[in-house]
C-alpha cells in the first residue's frame, strides 16, 4: 500500500493543523504532569479542570475549522442535489 501525508496547502489550514496539534499535545502526559496538583481550581481538582479544558479547548478548535474552511465542491455539489430516487 502507498500512504502518504497530506499536509494543508493553505494559510487557514496551516493555522488549523497548528491549533489541533497544540490540543493534541496538551493532552499528553508530560503536560498533563503539570497539572497534577492537589490543588483546588473552581472546587474540581486541578487535573480534572485541565481536562474539561482541553474538551472545550478541542471543541472550539472544531468550530474554528468549521467556520475557516469551507466544504469542498464536490461535498458541496452533491449536497445542493435533489434527491431523485426519493422522489420516484
Given at each position: 500500500?502507498?500512504?502518504?501525508?497530506?499536509?494543508?496547502?493553505?494559510?487557514?489550514?496551516?493555522?488549523?493543523?497548528?491549533?489541533?496539534?497544540?490540543?493534541?499535545?496538551?493532552?499528553?502526559?508530560?503536560?498533563?504532569?503539570?497539572?497534577?496538583?492537589?490543588?483546588?481550581?473552581?472546587?474540581?481538582?486541578?487535573?480534572?479542570?485541565?481536562?474539561?479544558?482541553?474538551?472545550?479547548?478541542?471543541?472550539?478548535?472544531?468550530?474554528?475549522?468549521?467556520?475557516?474552511?469551507?466544504?469542498p465542491e464536490?461535498?458541496?455539489?452533491?449536497?445542493?442535489?435533489?434527491?431523485?430516487?426519493?422522489?420516484?
Amino acid at each position: 500500500m502507498n500512504h502518504r501525508l497530506i499536509l494543508p496547502a493553505t494559510t487557514r489550514g496551516k493555522l488549523i493543523l497548528a491549533l489541533f496539534t497544540v490540543v493534541i499535545l496538551a493532552g499528553l502526559w508530560p503536560a498533563v504532569l503539570l497539572a497534577n496538583h492537589a490543588v483546588l481550581v473552581l472546587g474540581l481538582p486541578a487535573l480534572a479542570t485541565w481536562s474539561c479544558l482541553i474538551i472545550v479547548a478541542s471543541t472550539a478548535v472544531m468550530l474554528i475549522a468549521n467556520r475557516l474552511l469551507p466544504l469542498p465542491e464536490s461535498i458541496r455539489r452533491t449536497q445542493d442535489q435533489p434527491e431523485t430516487a426519493a422522489n420516484e
